[in-house]
């Protein structure tokens, strides 16, 4: 019987949004543009074997190679008027976000007073640290010691939908920080705003700070039924691996892998792969490419974990089974060469193995939803 696997490789857009510029994200396209960087020396054999240079030139025009697609391949173009990690996802799983997004002003101070004085008596402090858009590992090198100093949080937000809160994992404490983020949550949430996300981080003044892979998201429930729901209302397994359940609030799904990093999830996605029933559905997230290399404008950093995920997706279809569907696609963009720190709005890449091959043309991000759910005979 079928298995299906949704891969989302975070970040890796390809251009060609027809509302790029209401973001001011015209002309965005990472994978073009990390090739350009490259002088077209990036090395995915596998990903472009399924159509992934097809699938870019497809969404915006831009030719790495010539066709070489074996597998079946499309570009999806999203309707959520976000270009963020909830949006992305919960529309990829069928149900697009039919609401504007609470975004905080670029402004010092960023939040309301309100908001403040009650994180503040959460957390049992005087004032919080921050209160402004900034970049995560520039934010807590800047205001780590004043943090160790205080013991206020810091707390910021970017472009996204988010609020983020940063705290010692020993000083301020990890489970103190996670209380903080989780019971704050349901007023963001009331207010549209889509995630809070706890961000802990080791270190010293001395020796400098670094984040943890302690990172938790608490983001609002999906607005309706997704394909996950769909799937273990019909009796059969759905199997998450890495920040899916934070983004789903761990609605529809039965287990849950984690990893300290990319790397780590793989090995979990591969050890899904030999383990998960017939009739499952697997759903991972791989997030390095933004987190370390989108958000940081790391070109070459960008390119190597493509290289790296290339490689380890070549090990994934390798191990397939003949029944099994794996579908590689992206949830937003986040052009390393673009100005600012944020997510591009873009199309993505579609990348069907076990599928036959041929084109899928431009489709929606709700029509991964529905190739799912066809391979694994259900209605959706």
């Given at each position: ?211 943890t892979a ?9 607005p309706a ?110 052009d390393p ?44």
């Amino acid at each position: 019987m079928a298995r299906a696997f949704l891969v989302v490789m975070d970040s890796v857009g390809c251009g060609g949004a027809p509302d790029a510029a209401d973001f001011g994200d015209e002309g965005a396209n990472t994978l073009g543009h990390i090739h350009a960087a490259r002088g077209g020396a990036l090395a995915v054999p596998h990903l472009a074997g399924l159509g992934l240079w097809d699938a870019v030139a497809l969404a915006s025009g831009y030719r790495a190679q010539a066709p070489v697609a074996r597998g079946l391949w499309g570009a999806a173009t999203e309707v959520s008027r976000g270009k963020d990690t909830p949006s992305g996802h919960w529309e990829l799983a069928g149900v697009p976000v039919t609401w504007d997004w609470t975004y905080f002003p670029q402004a010092v101070p960023a939040f309301p007073a309100d908001l403040v004085a009650e994180v503040c008596r959460i957390a049992g402090v005087a004032g919080i640290l921050g209160n402004c858009h900034a970049s995560g590992v520039p934010i807590i090198n800047e205001l780590g010691a004043e943090h160790l100093r205080t013991g206020w949080p810091i707390c910021y937000t970017s472009a996204d939908s988010v609020f983020q809160i940063a705290a010692h994992e020993k000083a301020f404490g990890l489970e103190r920080l996670q209380h903080l983020c989780r019971a704050i949550a349901p007023r963001l949430h009331a207010m549209n705003v889509g995630r809070v996300i706890a961000r802990p981080f080791v270190g010293s003044v001395a020796a400098g700070f670094t984040r943890t892979a302690n990172r938790h998201d608490y983001a609002m429930a999906p607005p309706a039924p997704t394909l996950l729901n769909r799937v273990h209302e019909a009796g059969d397994k759905v199997i998450a691996v890495g920040k899916i359940g934070d983004i789903f609030s761990m609605s529809g799904i039965d287990e849950l892998r984690k990893g300290k990093d990319d790397a780590a999830l793989f090995e979990q996605l591969m050890a899904v792969q030999r383990e998960a029933p017939a009739g499952s559905l697997t759903f991972a997230n791989f997030v390095e490419f933004d987190s370390l290399y989108g958000h940081r404008r790391d070109v070459a950093g960008y390119a190597r974990a493509l290289e790296w995920f290339d490689s380890a997706a070549g090990r994934f279809l390798a191990a397939m089974r003949p029944e099994d569907l794996a579908i590689f696609t992206a949830d937003h963009g986040n052009d390393p060469t673009w100005r600012g720190t944020d997510h591009t709005r873009e199309r993505v890449p579609v990348l069907v193995a076990g599928a036959g091959s041929g084109t899928l043309g431009l489709i929606g991000f709700t029509d991964v939803a529905g190739l799912v759910a066809r391979h694994l005979e259900m209605d959706f």
